[in-house]
């Protein structure tokens, strides 16, 4: 499924590197959603998105932390092997968490390394600027693509003083448009910027010679990105402001469940046609069994 111009079962073409960067130079956007099971990732081939990010924002959105801190290798790999499941022409990135790959480079290619084997991801994610050169360096000289995280990076949200949008100061804005240039230069094949504003993405955009996505920064880059639960009011603890909601999906779930506690405690549910019966000789052949008869 890996080849260039092979089809899933859906039909749909694998996306490559190649389609991406096509893309780029067409000026066709970009699209990128999370995902973190099976079943939303095969609506997501349905519809045709370009890249799915398995991030580890399911710390969050799936298991309820207040951060995305906590997540581990062992919680990434299901959900990714999963995702792969769901959408296998899309092109998947794995989210590397926290402390998979700031401590050694050996330890940053080995956890890249496990996405790409067992779950057959197209590319990793790391967040950081110039700090995680040498690891981007070293995942991508062992052959895995690395895509690169700017401006909001949620694993160093404490540092940065919580989620809030970076590079409103010049200064601030000039070091993420450097830190821009050095992940290139590094060897990422893509940069997701995050919460960074408008006009410093836009510069971005036009010096990058890869492609730029963007997440809350405008609408200037090579594509953009939602996260899952944030489109589709599934995210009760809060709404960011660069989320938009395209269904309020999480509105008919809670108002189902409320239908059926109500139904189930007033003896509406069930019905008939919602259990299964035994015919009538057969409960009376049980009855002479159990000698009842």
């Given at each position: 499924?890996?080849?260039k111009?092979a ?12 389609d991406?960067y ?19 990732a ?31 290798m ?16 899309a ?18 290619i080995?956890?890249?390394g496990?996405?790409m ?34 401006g ?31 992940l290139?230069?590094a060897?990422?094949?893509?940069i ?10 836009e ?5 990058a ?16 990105l ?19 909601v ?7 779930i809670?108002?189902?469940l409320?239908a ?6 007033s003896?509406a ?9 035994i ?7 049980l ?7």
């Open positions: 499924m890996s080849e111009g089809m899933s079962t859906s039909g749909r073409k694998k996306v490559t590197l190649g991406l096509a893309k780029m130079e067409r000026g066709e956007p970009i699209t990128m959603l999370t995902c973190y099971d099976y079943p939303t095969t609506f997501m081939e349905q519809a045709g998105v370009d890249i799915v990010l398995v991030g580890d924002s399911l710390g969050m959105t799936i298991l309820g932390y207040d951060s995305t801190l906590p997540v581990t062992e919680m990434m790999i299901p959900h990714a092997q999963a995702v792969r499941r769901g959408t296998p022409s092109f998947l990135v794995g989210d590397m968490p926290y402390m998979t790959y700031q401590p050694s480079t050996e330890r940053a080995l956890n890249a496990r996405f084997a067992e779950a057959a991801c197209d590319c990793v994610k790391l967040e950081g600027g110039v700090e995680v050169v040498e690891r981007v360096k070293g995942i991508v000289d062992s052959g895995i693509p690395v895509m690169g995280h700017l909001l990076t949620p694993q160093s949200a404490i540092a940065l003083g919580g989620f809030r949008v970076q590079g409103r100061s010049a200064p601030q804005a000039k070091k993420i448009i450097d830190a821009a240039r050095a290139e230069d060897g990422v094949f893509s997701l910027l995050e919460m960074v504003p408008d006009r410093v993405c510069i971005i955009t036009e010096r010679s890869v492609p730029i996505i963007s997440l809350g920064s405008g609408p200037k880059a090579h594509g953009q939602l996260i899952f639960h944030d489109m589709f009011g599934l995210y009760p603890k809060f709404k960011p402001k660069m989320a938009k395209y269904g309020n999906a999480g509105q008919v809670l108002d189902g409320k059926y506690v109500a139904e189930v405690r003896g549910f069930p019905q008939p046609e919602n259990w299964f019966g015919k009538d000789d057969q409960f009376a052949e009855k002479k069994l159990l000698g009842e008869e």
